[in-house]
């Protein structure tokens, strides 16, 4: 399982404009990160809070609906956020490219 997880962080690593990926666990910890930690940190807590709040807001809009893919973008970077029930998978990418 450990390689199958590799191998496709590997595999979106290597896709045009990726800057970075970091698997995140359900208590907002890095578990896995192509990033340095203070970054993977950062972008745990934030993006954890975000997906927090978007699910909040599907669940308010619809209880029988869940969130399954959030996408952040700014002029810079545009961030893919994959929750699911144990780990959030965050692929953060250049928009220029």
Sequence with gaps: ???EVEETIKRIQA?????GVVI???????IKSSLDNATSVLYAGLIGQLTEKAKNVVREMDSTNELTF???RS??????I???REFILIVIQNTSD
């Excluded at 995140?24 to 890095?30: F, L, R, S």
């Excluded at 002029?75 to 893919?80: G, P, S």
């Design 75 to 80: 002029r810079r970077h545009e961030i893919l």
């Design 70 to 72: 959030l996408r952040a």
């Design 82 to 84: 994959a929750p699911d």
């Design 15 to 19: 896709h045009k404009g990726v800057i």
């Design 1 to 3: 399982m450990a390689t």
């Design 24 to 30: 995140v666990n359900h208590e907002g910890i890095p």
